[in-house]
């Protein structure tokens, strides 16, 4: 295929409707527009005295909403200058400070062994060494497996794996004794 060739689609003439058709929208407002001024005229000539006082109502109400939405704004605008000026720098020079003191640990360490390290000491330019107490390894005892009592219950007709599973040893252990003995049984 031609990669110069023109796609099937870049012939096709896209026309861009961008015409508002404003003729429903008179259609539907104009009636509910001309209902509602008709309600207000009537009700405002005949309570003349309860219009004022509704009319004050609403111009206060609206002026106490919007001081009340100015105020959130203004409050949320001073919180968010506090949180961007004063608390992430404050959580961001932890975070470099925490930063630097690791990176100056690393930079005293010279040679480190499960036992201890060796540092430099920045201030006097000599090296010490730091020592830890590890705990003295014990081994666990394993209690052996009685030989008698191995070789008695092969001789009941278990099999190495069955004896080895009964006196918790692995076969390894079951069959040197069994050699020992001279008691393996050939198959």
């Given amino acids: 295929?031609?990669?110069?060739?023109?796609?099937p689609?870049?012939?096709?003439?896209?026309?861009?409707?961008?015409?508002?058709n404003t003729g429903n929208i008179v259609v539907v407002s104009l009636p509910a527009t001309l209902i509602l001024f008709l309600?207000?005229?009537?009700?405002?000539?005949?309570?003349?005295?309860?219009t004022v006082i509704l009319a004050a109502i609403l111009v206060y109400g609206l002026a106490a909403l919007f001081a009340f939405l100015v105020v959130g704004l203004v409050?949320?605008?001073?919180f968010a200058v506090w949180i961007r000026f004063v608390?992430?720098?404050?959580?961001d020079a932890r975070e470099r400070e925490a930063i630097v003191k690791g990176?100056?640990?690393?930079?005293?360490?010279?040679?480190?062994?499960?036992?201890?390290?060796?540092?430099?000491?920045?201030t006097t330019q000599r090296l010490y060494v730091e020592r830890f107490l590890l705990p003295p390894v014990?081994?666990?005892?394993?209690?052996?497996?009685?030989?008698?009592?191995?070789v008695r219950t092969y001789q009941l007709g278990l099999s190495i794996k069955?004896?080895?599973?009964?006196?918790?040893?692995?076969?390894?252990?079951?069959?040197k004794i069994l050699q020992k003995a001279d008691v393996i049984r050939e198959k």
């Fill in 138 to 150: 014990v081994e666990a005892d394993k209690p052996g497996l009685n030989e008698q009592e191995v």
């Fill in 162 to 175: 069955d004896t080895a599973k009964q006196h918790q040893g692995t076969e390894y252990e079951v069959r």
């Fill in 39 to 50: 309600f207000l005229f009537i009700f405002m000539r005949s309570y003349w005295p309860q």
């Fill in 103 to 122: 990176q100056e640990m690393r930079n005293q360490l010279i040679h480190s062994q499960p036992e201890g390290v060796v540092l430099a000491d920045p």
């Fill in 9 to 20: 689609h870049d012939n096709v003439d896209v026309r861009i409707n961008n015409k508002i």
């Fill in 75 to 78: 409050v949320g605008a001073v």
């Fill in 87 to 91: 608390w992430h720098p404050r959580i």
């Fill in 1 to 7: 295929m031609d990669r110069n060739a023109a796609a």
